[in-house]
C-alpha cells in the first residue's frame, strides 16, 4: 500500500485537518501521479457538509487534479514516467453499461466512481480525492495535459471546465446564439470563455453590479444585473439559451421569463433546496429546462485539448492547503476570481 498524505474532513462538522491514509498499490492498468495542484470547486463544500447526500468519511475532497506521472502498471500504454496527468471527478465506471459505452461514463447506469466521497467499482472501497499528495487511478480515467500548460491554471478545467463545456457542446451552441451565463463564479467565467470562443453572443446574469467590468474582460458582450427591474424587463424574451450556473437559491420563473420560444435554460449549478417550477413558465413559449453534468473521459480530453490550443484557462487564486477553511469562507461570499487553486507543495 502507498503511505499518503492528505487534509481530511472526520466528519460534517469538523474542519479540514491532516490525515494520512493508504492508497491502493499501482495495478496492471493504474498510473500514480503526485499531485501537484489541485482546484476548490464548491462542490467540495457541499459534500463535506452533507448538503446533497451523506458523506463518507474521513473525507478528502478534491476533483480538479493535476500532476506528474511517477509510476505506471505494466500493461499501461498511455502513459509514461514523467508525462503530466490530470484526474477530474471521476476515476472508474462499470465500462459495460449503454451510456459507458457512448462515452457518457459520467452517466453510467451502475454509478460512476467519484474521485472522492465515492466508492470504487467493488461498492466497497472508499474514493480519496486531490488534497493529497499522490493518487492512483485506472489509466482510462487519467487525462493528458499539455507540456506547454500553466498547470496550476489548468487544474480547474477537470471540473468547471468539463462543466460548461460538455453541455454547450451539447446543445451546439455558437454562432448566432445569444447565450446567457447565469452567474459568474468558478462554473460561470468559464463558460463565458467557452461561449465567447464558439462564437456566441453572451450575456452574463448577475446580482453583483461590481462584477461588470471582470464579465467583459472575461469576453461578455453584454451584462444585465438581475436585482434590476428595468434591466430585467429589457432582456425578457431575449435568449436562446441560459446557462445557469448558480449554486444559491433563485428564482427559475423569472430566468425562464428572459428565453426566447423555445429556449432552453441548462442548469450545472446546483442549489441545495428544490425549486418551484410554474407551470407556465415552461408553455408559454414552449421552453425547456434540462440540466448537464460533467462530461465523459473522451469530451474531457476534448476540452483540455481545445483549450490548449486556444490558450484557455480559468482565472485563479493559489493557496496553500493550511488556508483552506479561509478559502471556502471566501468562496461561500463570492469573494475569489474565479478558482482556488492548492499549490500541493503546501502539504
Not at 459568474?184 to 448577475?206: I, Q, Y
Not at 493557496?319 to 477553511?325: A, E, L, M, V, W
Request: aromatic residues 8%; hydrophobic residues 40%; charged residues 25%.
Amino acid at each position: 500500500m502507498i503511505e499518503t498524505k492528505a487534509y481530511a474532513a472526520q466528519d460534517e462538522k469538523t474542519p479540514l485537518a491532516p490525515w494520512t491514509f493508504e492508497r491502493r498499490e499501482v495495478g496492471a492498468h493504474d498510473v500514480q501521479f503526485d499531485i501537484l495542484f489541485c482546484g476548490v470547486c464548491h462542490s467540495d463544500l457541499h459534500q463535506i457538509k452533507n448538503d446533497w447526500f451523506p458523506g463518507i468519511f474521513p473525507m478528502v475532497p478534491g476533483h480538479e487534479i493535476v500532476g506528474r506521472v511517477i509510476k505506471v502498471g505494466d500493461h499501461v500504454k498511455k502513459f509514461k514516467v514523467g508525462d503530466l496527468a490530470g484526474t477530474g471527478c471521476m476515476v472508474d465506471s462499470c465500462r459495460v453499461c449503454e451510456n459507458c459505452k457512448q462515452d457518457l461514463e459520467q452517466y453510467c447506469l451502475k454509478g460512476s466512481s467519484q474521485t472522492y466521497n465515492g466508492l470504487e467499482q467493488d461498492h466497497k472501497t472508499p474514493t480519496y480525492g486531490g488534497y493529497s499528495n499522490t493518487i492512483v487511478v485506472n489509466e482510462d480515467f487519467v487525462l493528458h495535459i499539455s507540456k506547454d500548460a500553466d498547470l496550476a491554471a489548468v487544474a480547474p478545467l477537470l471540473c468547471a471546465g468539463i462543466t460548461t463545456y460538455s453541455p454547450l457542446r451539447y446543445w451546439k451552441v455558437g454562432k448566432g446564439h445569444k447565450l446567457a451565463v447565469l452567474g459568474l463564479g468558478g462554473l460561470g467565467h468559464m463558460a463565458v470563455k467557452f461561449g465567447v470562443a464558439f462564437g456566441a453572443e453572451v450575456t452574463v446574469l448577475s446580482t453583483s453590479p461590481k462584477k461588470e467590468a471582470d464579465a467583459k474582460r472575461l469576453g461578455a458582450h453584454h451584462f444585465v444585473v438581475t436585482t434590476d427591474k428595468a434591466q430585467v424587463k429589457a432582456a425578457k424574451g431575449t435568449f436562446d439559451f441560459i446557462l445557469d450556473t448558480v449554486s444559491a437559491e433563485h428564482d427559475f420563473n423569472m430566468y425562464l421569463s428572459l428565453l426566447r420560444t423555445n429556449g432552453t435554460h441548462i442548469c450545472v449549478g446546483v442549489p441545495p433546496n428544490a425549486a418551484e417550477i410554474k407551470a407556465f413558465s415552461l408553455l408559454d413559449g414552449r421552453k425547456s429546462l434540462a440540466g448537464s453534468g460533467i462530461g465523459g473521459i473522451k469530451e474531457t480530453q476534448e476540452m483540455l485539448d481545445y483549450c490548449a490550443a486556444n490558450n484557455i484557462v480559468s482565472d485563479i487564486e493559489m493557496i496553500d492547503i493550511k488556508d483552506i477553511q479561509n478559502a471556502y469562507d471566501r468562496m461561500v461570499k463570492g469573494d475569489v476570481r474565479y478558482r482556488f487553486v492548492i499549490d500541493m507543495a503546501t502539504l
